[in-house]
């Protein structure tokens, strides 16, 4: 069975006293779950100060870019080691906004991906559709084309330590999520992409989040459906009650699978 994993993405939000403050809120709600895996992606800014605050508690720490190389001139980017020195375990690749904004393509996507898994971070690869592409009906090719390049040249072991968030882009930040069978259809569809490249015992293990406009009133409904192992969270992981809620709630599903 796949443990179910609800990751927050804080984006470009909190300094650190604020997240000082938000993580302090996370750590009493959530101290008695077992049942799911919980991350939470401050800025780079914040990493160092709220790795500390997490040692020992059932909250992992992520960031939400790496750079593929190890040292050197790279101005403004940031290292495997730095992250991991910070206290990281997972890392965010390929966020749409760093697709839309930055540049970031399949290509790069997948170098930084395998610098993530050789330094021993679990990498989110995110995937997902513009509304232009679905209103074209490009979902799968789009998606399809994001997981296939994005993976390329992983072994069956990496892919299986590799999570993937499918975050239709149209859904992200909009309040308008993608039903559950929408949803569902997409993650079936990346899991039978998955099984064609790593074979189907792989791709059974491997994670599949959702992400894009999730909360509180629609996670259990996203999380019950059989190939939706989790949650990428934006605006609703930056508040205590909604975060934590989300999180008990796809505790409450797991447990009672
Ligand atoms: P929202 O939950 O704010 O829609 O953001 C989703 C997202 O982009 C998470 O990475």
């Known amino acids: 069975m796949r443990k179910p994993i609800i990751a927050g993405n804080w984006k470009m939000n909190k300094v650190i006293p604020e997240a ?6 996370f750590k009493r709600a959530l101290a008695d779950i077992s049942e799911v895996d ?3 992606c401050p800025t780079y800014m914040a990493l160092s100060e709220i790795g500390d605050m997490l040692t020992e508690s059932n909250i992992a720490l ?3 870019n790496i750079f593929w190389e190890p040292k050197g001139a790279y101005t403004g980017e940031i290292s495997a080691d730095m992250l991991k020195d910070a206290g990281c375990e997972y890392v965010i690749i390929g966020h749409s906004e760093r697709r839309a904004y930055f540049g970031e393509t399949n290509e790069t996507v997948n170098k930084r991906l395998k610098c993530a898994l050789a330094a021993g971070l679990t990498p989110i690869v995110c995937v997902g559709e513009r509304l232009d592409e679905r209103e074209a009906e490009k979902t799968f090719d789009v998606v399809g084309d994001h ?9 069956n072991d990496e892919a299986k330590k590799t999570i993937i968030a499918y975050e239709p882009v149209w859904a992200i930040g909009t309040g308008r999520t993608a039903t559950p069978q929408q949803a569902e259809e997409v993650h079936k569809f990346i899991r039978e992409e998955l099984a064609k490249i790593f074979g189907k015992d792989t791709a059974d293990l491997m994670r599949i989040q959702y992400g894009g406009s999730v909360k509180p009133d629609n996670i259990k409904e996203l999380i019950s459906e059989p190939d939706i192992d989790g949650a990428l969270v934006g605006g609703a992981s930056l508040k205590v009650d909604s975060f934590s809620e989300i999180v008990k709630i796809s505790a409450q599903c797991s447990a009672k699978q």
């Open 20 to 25: 000082i403050e938000l993580v302090n809120g």
């Open 38 to 40: 919980i991350v939470i």
């Open 62 to 64: 992520g960031a939400q």
């Open 147 to 155: 997981v296939t390049n994005g993976l390329a040249g992983l072994s």
